[in-house]
């Protein structure tokens, strides 16, 4: 090879070790197999050049299998975060108007009526509203309506409303 730099050599670490000891499982996965290979040697700081030397294939596929894993990772995430916040024993409508300052006392008064702690503090709880809402929070104001659930384990779950329209 030419142009021969000092990451050519890169050792790849064992993906099936990598995969063994995160305990990944294809029948419970989100994942492919491929997708998380790549994901597993991605995460240990190998280039996907060196992937794709590895697998035979281009780099331009490493890296698109990389994307459809990151994108799967985070459809999983946002299902988790979905369904926490239809289970949470506390749950709390946040109607467009509403002050952003108003919401924690409603989610400290009905944690308190579910007998659920949660450990946040205002300014915190405000940011983490503020943060997961996006764009449906400019400054103090809920522009749109929100739902906030509160899990067993005291973890905020913030979402959007979204009309069946």
């Not at 916040?85 to 009905?110: C, H, M, N, Q």
Request: proline share 5%; hydrophobic share 40%.
């Amino acid at each position: 090879m030419s142009d021969a730099g000092p990451d050519d050599d890169e050792t790849i670490p064992d993906v099936d070790e990598l995969l063994d000891t995160a305990g990944f499982d294809p029948e419970q996965s989100v994942l492919t197999r491929r997708q998380a290979e790549v994901l597993a040697l991605r995460e240990q700081g190998v280039r996907q050049s060196t992937i794709a030397d590895s697998l035979g294939t281009s780099r331009a596929n490493v890296s698109s299998v990389e994307a459809s894993a990151r994108a799967n990772v985070e459809k999983a995430r946002e299902t988790v975060t979905f369904v926490d916040a239809l289970t949470a024993p506390v749950r709390i409508e946040v109607p467009a108007g509403s002050d952003l300052y108003d919401v924690p006392k409603r989610v400290y008064d009905a944690c308190d009526d579910a007998g659920v702690k949660v450990n946040q503090t205002a300014p915190d709880l405000m940011k983490i509203v503020s943060d997961a809402a996006g764009e449906a929070v400019e400054g103090r104001e809920i522009k749109e309506p929100l739902f906030v659930g509160v899990t067993s384990d005291g973890r905020v779950r913030v979402r959007r409303h979204v009309d069946a329209a």
